[in-house]
């Protein structure tokens, strides 16, 4: 297992990436933030969209969405204003500092949570996921796209090596399927909808979940 993750190391990494961001991971990416801004699009026009970041997610979204974005970052969220200013984004109404695990929104206020490559760059993942669920309406979803780390092979053995440097690159290359597994086993309001992995190269993973109407 590598360092744990905190606060203050995520805003100092990604203060960091903010000016080369784009350029990284755009292209590698895009696959996930289409899919998944399209399996929100499709519960409702009001979104919430998790750990924007620079918005590269943004042009995808239907000018009739009622989007608003949060971010830990500030710096990464001066490059999304600019982004919905230079693109003139009609999607955006909203863009906002704030901690994924005290997601300043009343319960159920969203027809979906988006929060592409999320879960590997926050301290708390499950907290974060009771986040997300909480402030989605019953019939609802939140859609993640993640990757999940390999049990075994070289590829875990890569993503071992890179766990030991977590604080300097701001998120965790080990993250197991059971860190979502499990969680939704313990949240009879959570219900599984969908899991495939993605392009490029089965790197990603789609994960769309359910909050079950009647649940709080």
Known sequence: MGAELDKASIEKAYARWAPVYDFVFDSVMSTGRKEAVAAAERCGPRILDVGAGTGLEFPYFSPATELTAVDLSEAMLRKAKERVERERIAAVRGILV??????????????????????????????????????VRPGGEVVLVNHIGAETGP???????????????????????????????????ARLLERRTLAPLGLFTLIRIAKRIGAD
Do not use: N, Q
């Not at 005290?102 to 996921?129: H, M």
């Open 155 to 189: 590829l875990a053995a890569v993503e071992g090596w890179l766990a030991k440097r977590t604080k300097d690159l701001g998120w965790r290359p080990e993250f197991p399927w059971s860190r979502v597994g499990d969680w939704l086993d313990a949240r009879p309001s």
């Open 98 to 135: 704030m901690d994924a695990t005290r997601l300043a929104f009343e319960d159920g206020v969203f027809d979906a949570v988006v929060a592409p490559y999320v879960l590997t760059v926050v301290p708390e993942p499950e907290r974060t996921l009771d986040e997300l669920m909480r402030v």
